[in-house]
């Protein structure tokens, strides 16, 4: 019998036990797991936002260097434009014939018709035997080459400044990148200061419910294994031989 009062003495001692680790580290391990439950859930809340606006980056992206592209095909087509007036403006220089060069202003001014345009041949003296040739256009039709000089002055002007603000834009632009790689850098560094830290915390959080896993005696514990023991020994003693 006083074997069994022992025995009775030593169950209460694991008793205590268990209920002391369950009690104390079983609220502990909990609040460490839903902790790092809710870090996992912000940070795939965090990196399926970042995703996404990726992808909207990407997609924009995309529409830029197509909007680009195609503002490059104006550039060109207004340098080939130039060109084409630039040789326009050589052949007919170069030209030597009148009549072709009446031709020219015919095809030119058509709304003065066929009647248009005729050769004269004014002295400029009585002894002058060869003169001056000259082509004849209705007097108030000359007005026609001072609007006609007027806008391409204008033109030429415009011209000038739109390509004054292409070189900004261009330059604007080049700015908006060198902005957007320095923020996707910053973006970069702080994504991998915080996977970093994430990973740390869960290798810390894993490592911190082993601890609280390990089964330790404290001096509260020990008073009430003594107390269990001091209980079975006298109900040990109490039990009838």
């Known amino acids: 019998m006083r074997s069994l009062g022992l025995a009775i003495g030593v169950a209460a001692i694991v008793i205590v036990f268990l209920l002391h680790l369950l009690g104390g580290n079983r609220a502990a391990i909990a609040q460490a797991h839903a902790a790092s ?5 912000e940070r795939d809340s965090l990196v399926a936002v970042v995703q ?50 009446q031709a020219e202003l015919r095809a030119s001014f058509p709304e003065l018709g066929d009647s248009a345009w005729r050769m004269l041949t004014i002295r400029t003296d009585p002894r002058d035997t060869l003169g001056i040739e000259y082509v004849a256009v209705p007097a108030w039709f000359a007005e026609t080459f001072v609007i006609d000089h007027q806008n391409a002055a204008s033109w030429r002007a415009q011209k000038d400044q739109l390509l004054v603000v292409d070189s900004l834009r261009l330059a604007v632009a080049a700015l908006q990148d060198s902005i957007a790689r320095l923020q ?40 009430q294994f003594l107390a269990a023991a001091g209980i079975g020994v006298v109900l040990g003693r109490a039990i009838p031989r």
């Open 37 to 41: 439950q809710r870090i996992a859930s």
């Open 52 to 101: 996404e606006r990726e992808e909207l980056i990407a997609s924009l992206g995309l529409e830029r260097d197509t909007l680009e592209s195609l503002a490059q095909w104006w550039r060109d087509s207004v340098d080939l434009l130039e060109r084409d007036r630039a040789a326009a403006q050589l052949t007919i220089r170069e030209n030597h014939s009148l009549t072709v060069l």
């Open 184 to 223: 996707s850098a910053n973006t970069a560094a702080y994504r991998s200061g915080y996977d970093a830290a994430y990973v740390g915390y869960q290798d810390l959080s894993t490592r911190y419910v082993a601890e609280l896993r390990k089964p330790r005696i404290r001096f509260g514990s020990a008073v």
